[in-house]
């Protein structure tokens, strides 16, 4: 532990207390850390150890409070997996790749490099999950609310939840893959900070009422690249500079708005729409 340290200032000395040495209602706030060194069943209590190299001491279960359960290996979890304690949540680290077949309850956090696939219908709360995280949504439904490194949207059509969704990386959807918004009049906002794109045939266009508003953040550069599908949003508000990539030959149509309604094409001040050609 560190003891506290002081240092002077104009009106005497200040002190610094470490954050072990923090109390809530007489409750020493600690940070417990457990880690599951290899491939193995992560609802096993015994799999987890307090020493990242797979020694120490095992958790008592899952419902304890203030714990980061990290996984810094590849894993799977094929089952169901409660992790309820105050403040605590699970973490993926070190470049490794959870598949998320089974469901997990609890928060879920991601460092960059590594990657999400969630696989089931039930999603965890994700929260802090890193610019240079990725997430790939392999189920029809919809999509969890949160601040995403980079986003993919396969296998099934996906509806946007109600409010905003925010990609801080780059957002792909799959071939054969809807995406929509919520039923009007709750309409959803996407933002995307970095690039889009639609693969092979992405379905259809969402009908009129479940079109959502598309936010393209920042001053740098975005493109938007479609093959072989229509786009029709609620609204386009940019900035930066916007590339439109047609990446086939045939005509397609952009739509922008809502007839009678709000919406629209906004572009920011300095900003710049590429429609290269089409």
Do not use: C
Not at 166 to 184: E, H
Not at 186 to 202: C, E, M, P, Y
Not at 207 to 222: F, P, T
Not at 248 to 274: A, E, K
């Amino acid at each position: 532990s560190t003891a506290p340290t002081f240092h002077p200032t104009n009106n005497g000395p200040a002190v610094i207390i470490a954050t072990e040495y923090l109390f809530t209602i007489g409750t020493p706030m600690l940070t417990h850390y457990y880690y599951v060194p290899s491939t193995n069943d992560l609802t096993n209590t015994n799999n987890w150890w307090s020493n990242s190299n797979g020694t120490g001491n095992h958790p008592a279960n899952f419902t304890i409070s203030n714990t980061v359960f990290n996984i810094p290996s590849n894993q799977t979890l094929n089952s169901t997996w409660t992790v309820s304690g105050t403040n605590s949540s699970v973490r993926v680290t070190n470049g490794s790749t959870l598949t998320l077949e089974g469901t997990l309850t609890g928060r879920l956090s991601a460092d960059g490099g590594t990657t999400i696939n969630l696989n089931t219908s039930s999603a965890p709360a994700f929260y802090q999950l890193n610019s240079a995280s990725t997430v790939n949504i392999n189920v029809a439904g919809t999509v969890p609310q949160a601040v995403y490194g980079n986003l993919n949207l396969g296998t099934g059509n996906k509806t946007l939840p109600i409010s905003s969704t925010s990609v801080v990386g780059n957002l792909q959807i799959s071939d054969q893959v809807t995406l929509n918004g919520s039923t009007a009049p709750d309409r959803s906002t996407l933002i995307v900070a970095g690039n889009i794109t639609f693969q092979g045939n992405s379905g259809a266009p969402p009908a009129e009422n479940q079109r959502y508003s598309l936010v393209l953040d920042g001053v740098g550069s975005h493109t938007i690249s479609v093959n072989g599908t229509n786009i029709a949003l609620a609204g386009l508000d940019a900035e930066g500079t916007i590339n439109l990539n047609f990446n086939d030959s045939n005509p397609h149509s952009i739509t922008v708005g809502i007839p009678g309604g709000s919406g629209g094409l906004l572009l920011r001040s300095g900003s710049t729409l590429n429609l290269n050609q089409h």
